[in-house]
């Protein structure tokens, strides 16, 4: 932790107490979570890097940017169009809402009985530790669940808010709802960066996302195969990672990664147990430092393979669909993009139900864990239909309610431990 970051954070108004305290928590789990895995890819020496220096570089060159004039955007959501953030010149980062630490302070304000990831991400603004919720100069919201929409009108009392309506259903008329909030969206982006968005930077930063999602695929791609040449820890992390950090040096070190991994393809290298099973996770999201399901899953002796979720295939699955000609067509394109996006805020949701069954088999998984936050009434009652259409499959599952904190990892345990003996079997 250099004297320069200190500066730095106080600039950016942050609770240095509270902060020092995030910091030195977050140390010795990234130690037992992440570093005493065995036979990681080198690859992944980059991304350790990134998460020991979480508040350092990443933060740094945000701050450089705002200093030179430019604008920072955050986001909590994959439903907002990163291309137009990038098109008008400014840096749109993907906030975290991972941790249970910031979880108590928002409780102060917010009902207990919210989800987790709500809590966080208002408990961080709230107690000023986290930097890239400081240095960004727009948090964009959205209308994805009734308990997010709430929280951003308080927010906004805070730090400047924009929430852009999503639809949800995916009719034809909600397409076109969707493309006037799209069109919105670049309204408002242009006016905070002074900059227009054109039909030539809107498909330069069209290629630059969709590069990084081109390198995200082959990643997960390389998950297909058995046996599996890096852990489901790691390859959260590294979608994890691809939220905030520079997208075109992400996309490098992913794709180094993969190069790496094609080796370990050819040599037949696996991270698990030949008999290890498959896991496919699917459901809430998982930012940073959640990992708790994943390492639950691969220290009681699974693999995860894959992960139906946002911080997973949601996030990259659909590229932007390259068009020649007008910004308008350029623009519907992105809008039509985004709409496949099978988030469970969307009823009815039938897509979703299929991407499960198409991912379990895609990647030999031998059960799905449908995860969820405790008080998402969306994941919770869509779990419903996931089970029986799973069942129909006959694809094994593992229904998880939980939180940010480790009350629950002991029972967590028990019952995951004895969904793989049932695998097994
Ligand atoms: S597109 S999954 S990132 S909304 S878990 S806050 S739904 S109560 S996170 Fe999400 Fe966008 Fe959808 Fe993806 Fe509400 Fe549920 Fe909490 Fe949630």
């Not at 400047?160 to 949800?168: F, K, L, R």
């Not at 408002?188 to 081109?214: C, F, M, P, W, Y």
């Not at 990664?257 to 290298?269: F, H, N, P």
């Amino acid at each position: 932790m250099t004297t320069d970051n200190r500066e730095m954070w106080k600039e950016l108004g942050i609770d240095l107490k509270q902060h020092d305290t995030l910091l030195n928590a977050l140390g010795p789990i990234y130690q037992e979570i992440y570093l005493s895995q065995r036979d990681r890819p080198a690859g992944m020496g980059f991304f350790d890097f990134v998460v020991g220096d979480i508040h350092g570089i990443r933060v740094k060159e945000l701050t450089e940017h705002a200093k030179n004039g430019g604008k920072v955007v955050a986001t909590y959501c994959v439903f907002v169009p990163e291309e137009i953030v990038w098109a008008a010149g400014a840096i749109p980062v993907g906030l975290c809402a991972g941790a249970q630490f910031s979880v108590p302070m928002a409780e102060a304000v917010l009902p207990r009985n919210t989800c987790a990831l709500i809590k966080s991400s208002f408990g961080f603004k709230l107690g000023r530790i986290c930097p890239y919720v400081q240095v960004s100069h727009l948090i964009v919201g959205e209308t994805t669940c009734d308990g997010k929409k709430k929280m951003f009108e308080i927010l906004a009392e805070y730090q400047p808010v924009y929430v852009m309506e999503v639809p949800n259903k995916k009719t034809r008329r909600s397409r076109e709802l969707w493309f006037g909030e799209v069109l919105a969206f670049k309204d408002v982006i242009e006016r905070l960066t002074g900059n227009s968005v054109t039909d030539e930077n809107l498909s330069q930063a069209i290629h630059l996302v969709n590069e990084r999602r081109r390198a995200l695929q082959r990643l997960y791609n390389l998950r297909k195969v058995r046996p599996v040449p890096i852990s489901g820890k790691d390859s959260l992390l590294v979608t994890q990672v691809s939220f905030y950090d520079d997208v075109k040096r992400c996309t490098q070190m992913v794709s180094t990664l993969c190069d790496e991994l094609d080796k370990r393809v050819a040599a037949g290298t696996g991270v698990a147990l030949k008999d290890a099973p498959r896991i496919l996770v699917s459901g809430s999201p998982m930012a940073i430092p959640n990992w708790k399901l994943h390492h639950i899953l691969e220290t009681a002796g699974a693999v995860v393979v894959c992960e139906e979720s946002c911080t997973g295939t949601r996030f990259f699955t659909d590229l932007v669909q390259p068009v020649d000609g007008t910004l308008d067509a350029e623009l519907k394109a992105v809008a039509d993009r985004y709409m496949n996006i099978h988030c469970a805020c969307f009823t009815p949701n039938e897509e979703r139900l299929d991407d499960i069954v198409n991912l379990a088999k895609e990647y030999q998984a031998d059960g799905v864990v449908h995860y969820n936050l405790q008080f998402c009434h969306t994941y919770a009652n869509e779990a419903i239909k996931v089970e029986r259409r799973l069942e129909k499959a006959g694809i094994p599952l593992l229904r998880i309610e939980t939180d940010y904190s480790d009350e629950d990892s002991g029972q967590l345990r028990t019952r995951v431990e004895a969904f793989l003996e049932m695998i097994r079997h």
